[in-house]
């Protein structure tokens, strides 16, 4: 993990090892090993920039980080997806959750529509 850094209680974590564009079957554990002590003992921020492509099993990394952390009374979300992350996230409704709307950490803006059949058809 490169880059961390603490504001009060919450960590800010940038960079994730050997993940440094893909969070994919195959890799998911990696991130689960990395970050799992640190969500059960502190509030965490993930930046996701770095990460150009996602599947179900780094989408089940993300969602089994969060429980984690609720579990242990802290909170995870992820800051600054990329654009085609952010897509997936909204997708699967994932964005909702996952994604810290604070200080400006929000997913990229753009065009939205009411329906998620039209943005998978997209």
């Not at 429980?67 to 909702?96: K, M, Q, T, Y």
Request: aromatic share 2%; with cysteine.
């Amino acid at each position: 993990m490169n880059n961390p850094r603490q504001n009060s209680s919450t960590q800010f974590v940038s960079g994730i090892g050997e993940l440094a564009k893909e969070l994919v079957k195959g890799r998911e554990q990696e991130i689960l090993e990395k970050l799992r002590p640190l969500v059960e003992s502190r509030s965490v921020r993930l930046d996701l920039s770095s990460i150009e492509r996602i599947d179900a099993a780094g989408l089940a990394a993300l969602v089994s980080l969060y429980r984690v952390a609720c579990s242990a009374g802290h909170e995870f979300a992820v800051v600054h997806p990329s654009r085609r992350v952010a897509r997936i996230l909204a997708i699967v409704g994932l964005d909702r959750i996952l994604v810290s709307k604070e200080l400006g950490e929000a997913m990229p803006t753009g065009p939205r529509s009411g329906s998620r059949m039209n943005e998978i058809a997209a």
